[in-house]
Nanobody
């Protein structure tokens, strides 16, 4: 069974950092692009970043470029989203996805 499980969300103060993890199983992790998206309260889905395969590099939305870093450990089948300089507007449920497969999401709340 193909499965993605996010973890690492929580409450963090503005300006703080948090690292999200996405544990993958049921497919050849290294062969697929991995994407992080989020959904803020009352808003639609926002694409954040995609780690491509085959030397395609990693791309970021302008809203998070320079603050968020997507990395992956292909040996452990985990994708990470390192988030820094967090703002209140980063409050959202964060999801990792691989094509049409989504994780359950993890809540990130940025508040003092």
């Amino acid at each position: 069974e193909v499965q993605l499980v996010e973890s690492g969300g929580g409450l963090v103060q503005p300006g703080g950092s948090l690292r999200l993890s996405c544990a993958a199983s049921g497919f050849t992790f290294s062969g697929y692009a991995m994407t992080w998206v989020r959904q803020a309260p009352g808003k639609g889905l926002e694409w954040l970043s995609t780690s491509n395969t085959g030397g395609g590099g990693t791309t970021y939305a302008d809203s998070v470029k320079g603050r968020f870093t997507l990395s992956r450990d292909n040996a452990k089948n985990i994708a990470y989203l390192q988030m820094s300089s967090l703002k209140s507007e980063d409050t959202a449920v964060y999801y990792c996805k691989q094509r049409s497969i989504w994780g359950q999401g993890t809540q990130v709340t940025v508040s003092s």
